[in-house]
């Protein structure tokens, strides 16, 4: 049963509508009552925990696991995690939630309890998403409803402090209080600490981020490693995890739980290792451990070498390898466990579980499958309310958008059929980000099946005067140049000082691939004689095309014999540099004509 408090607060806190304030990348620290750290944050158009959509909640992350949580909910929104964190991270939050609901979304049981307070208090519920409803996620659970008193309490404290944040904001701006966009650089937030009879105002510093680490079982079944160890070696076997996105019930009244499922396919035969799956592996990796070297031993087979495809697979593996003092390597690609995994979900009618993990609507818990068939016009509101907050973002704090989505935008500008709003807002997106505008209702070959560049705003290049990129340019292992260059020198000077560094001669047609892949036409540069058009080297400065430190492009040099060199932006310097100077030298440059009877690799 909710606590009369807690109504209280739920029913206080919906009438500020702090949601339509703060932003979600935004979040506040509150001290709790009982000494542990909780981090709020407010979302808008949530749309998870019921069979409807625009929901509005309020979210309590406590402790140091809470933030990683928040930490980890806000870089799968901006598209910023591996892919593999990516996949689960709809999975992995931690958090308490007030989500303001229709009526529909609660049981008659809670539908009754929340009209009996508000009658006995002289509330009246009206409107959309009247009714308060208090969930609990945690990592690989499914949400469920809040049930302990203790996280009661922690979440009315979280809610009478965003009432007070409100109260607050009648008077100041978001700025104005530090209630800003938090980034990967954000070093401390807001604090709000109850002190005598009220809240006071403060900073507190953010505990570092911390490195992901999977589980990782400690194989301490000697009987079990001792058995292997007569059993011969064979095969290679490539190893992975499903999670898979059904929960379900270890007990009856038990909160259900997403299983995993971890699969071991013969690399030659793409026989499968029959593993059962298990409820609580983060908990106790050891009881699959074990699991697994009994289907080893039942089968009679020790492997001779275990391929894995993630970071979460090699954690796992590594101290069994290491005790059997078998081979162990990572590898993206993984032909027979991807078979198999392909297999298992058409066994079972999962066909679309691998797409389901990538679509789930991450930082909002899990949604029922009949909340994925939403109206057009319902689709196209959250559509143009996530274009505003792009655009918004972007306005405070530029950042590169991702491909995808752009893409997929530009493709649903070219179709035609939108309305006069959202192509509006999607255009304007284009400007901003520096693509030409797609005539409307253009086919494939009039676009020439690519987007129309621009260039990009002077801003860009006025921000790096005086600043210098330092580049590593590779053409094959142990052959590679370090270059200095002014971040406003035009590509085409790049180009000059990667052929001279190299001892080239300029005698052919050269193009920059910014996305890394050669040849792909999505953000590429070419020399003004083969540009049809395409953009030139000639027209645009290194600071134009978004260089960040880290990022990683191609340089072709030669379309005939295809010269390819890969490149990577070391560090950004506060250095004017007049001329581009080569600054470290390996190995020794191939031919650039060898005799036709040298072999030479150019990998």
């Not at 009315?156 to 402090?161: F, Q, T, Y």
């Not at 059962?276 to 699959?288: A, G, M, R, V």
């Not at 066994?347 to 609507?361: I, R, S």
Request: glycine share 6%.
């Amino acid at each position: 049963m909710i606590s009369d408090k807690l109504y209280e607060l739920a029913f206080k806190f919906r009438k500020t509508k702090l949601w339509d304030i703060l932003r979600r990348g935004s979040f506040f620290a509150v001290k709790l009552s009982d000494g542990r750290m909780g981090y709020i944050r407010l979302i808008r158009d949530g749309g998870s925990n019921g069979p409807q959509r625009n929901i509005y909640a309020l979210e309590l992350y406590i402790g140091e696991e809470g933030l990683d949580s928040l930490r980890t909910m806000i870089k799968a929104e901006r598209l910023q995690l591996e892919p593999l964190e990516y996949q689960e991270s709809p999975l992995l939050q931690s958090c308490l939630q007030c989500v303001m609901v229709g009526k529909v979304a609660l049981s008659e049981e809670e539908q009754e309890e929340a009209k009996a307070f508000a009658h006995s208090h002289g509330i009246r519920i009206s409107g959309k998403n009247a009714y308060p409803l208090f969930m609990k996620l945690q990592p690989y659970y499914y949400p469920w409803r809040l049930r302990e008193e203790k996280d009661q309490e922690a979440l009315c404290e979280a809610l009478a402090a965003a009432i007070e944040i409100s109260r607050l904001l009648e008077e100041k701006t978001p700025k104005d209080l530090g209630l800003m966009e938090v980034q990967s650089n954000t070093k401390e937030v807001v604090l709000l600490e109850w002190q005598e009879d009220r809240y006071v105002l403060g900073k507190m510093e953010l505990l570092p981020e911390k490195e992901r680490k999977w589980p990782t079982p400690e194989i301490c079944n000697d009987i079990s490693i001792a058995k292997l160890k007569k059993v011969r070696r064979s095969g290679i076997w490539e190893c992975g995890f499903i999670r898979i996105t059904t929960p379900v019930e270890d007990e009856k009244g038990e909160i259900p739980v997403f299983p995993i499922i971890l699969f071991a396919a013969n690399s030659d035969t793409g026989y499968l290792l029959p593993v059962s799956p298990i409820t609580h592996y983060e908990e106790n990796p050891d009881e699959l451990m074990n699991i697994f070297m009994e289907a080893l031993l039942k089968e009679h087979i020790c492997p001779g070498e275990i391929r894995v495809k993630d970071s979460r697979a090699y954690a796992f593996f590594q101290p069994f390898c290491e005790r059997l003092k078998i081979a162990i390597k990572e590898e993206a690609y993984l032909p027979a466990l991807e078979e198999a995994e392909a297999a298992f979900y058409s066994d079972f009618g999962l066909e679309d579980c691998a797409e389901t993990d990538k679509d789930f609507n991450t930082g909002n818990g899990i949604e029922d499958a009949e909340n994925l068939d939403w109206d057009m016009e319902e689709a196209i509101q959250s559509l143009e309310e996530l274009l505003d907050m792009f655009m918004e973002l972007n306005e405070k704090v530029p950042f590169e958008f991702p491909k995808d989505v752009l893409k997929q935008l530009m493709a649903l500008l070219a179709n035609g059929n939108l309305p006069k709003g959202l192509e509006d807002k999607i255009t304007r997106l284009m400007d901003i980000v520096g693509i030409e505008e797609i005539k409307v209702g253009s086919t494939k070959s009039e676009n020439n099946g690519r987007p129309k560049l621009e260039s990009v705003s002077s801003k860009m290049a006025k921000e790096a005067e005086g600043k210098s990129y330092v580049i590593s340019v590779s053409l094959r292992t142990g052959c590679y140049r370090h270059i200095q260059i002014s971040c406003n020198d035009f590509l085409s000077d790049l180009h000059l000082a990667i052929i001279k560094a190299f001892g080239f001669d300029n005698d052919h047609a050269h193009a920059f691939f910014m996305d890394n892949e050669v040849w792909s036409d999505w953000d590429c540069y070419f020399a003004k004689e083969a540009a049809d058009d395409f953009k030139t080297t000639n027209r645009y400065r290194l600071s134009q095309t978004g260089l960040r430190e880290g990022m990683k492009f191609k340089y072709l040099f030669d379309f005939g014999d295809e010269w390819r060199f890969q490149c990577k932006v070391l560090r950004i310097i506060e250095k004017i540099t007049e001329e581009p100077i080569v600054i470290k030298v390996k190995g020794e440059a191939p031919e650039q004509y060898p005799d036709w009877g040298d072999d030479w690799d150019d990998e």
